[in-house]
């Protein structure tokens, strides 16, 4: 089974802060609805209400994956990454391999060639943090 080193994890940790970052961000613009909602969400927002729901769940589970991204860190520098750790990266690269799928049938064009890519690489740095690592 591939074993990342820890110079790679260290690497994914990193663009994962990042793009959760970026991802915050986003989020944030949409809510002040400088992106017209009809572009989120696939497409599938009928209502602004609808859209500060699902745009508020989505900055707090970003900010969430933020935190793990950081625990992650902290743990690889500590020279071992324990298990529950590990399985939240497994819980994320699936919730994340579940979005790609979802963007690929988005009813709008920007989502699924914006978004598609994005949780395509996100899924993959979570699930290269996920092997045992010890220092």
């Not at 927002?45 to 860190?73: D, G, H, K, P, R």
């Not at 990266?89 to 391999?97: K, Q, V, Y």
Request: aromatic share 16%.
């Amino acid at each position: 089974m591939w074993n990342p080193s820890k110079k790679i994890r260290t690497i994914a940790s990193k663009i994962l802060i990042v793009l959760f970052s970026f991802t915050m961000i986003f989020h944030v613009i949409a809510l002040f609805q400088f992106i017209p909602y009809k572009y989120l969400w696939g497409g599938r927002l009928s209502t602004v209400e609808e859209m500060y729901v699902m745009e508020t769940v989505s900055l707090i589970v970003n900010t969430f994956f933020l935190w793990a991204s950081f625990q992650y860190t902290r743990y690889l520098n500590k020279g071992s990454v324990p298990l529950w750790i590990r399985l939240v990266f497994a819980f994320i690269g699936i919730i994340f391999l579940a979005n790609t799928i979802g963007n690929l049938v988005a009813v709008t064009d920007l989502e699924t060639l914006l978004a598609t890519p994005v949780t395509a690489v996100l899924s993959g740095i979570c699930f290269s943090l996920v092997p045992k690592y010890e220092n």
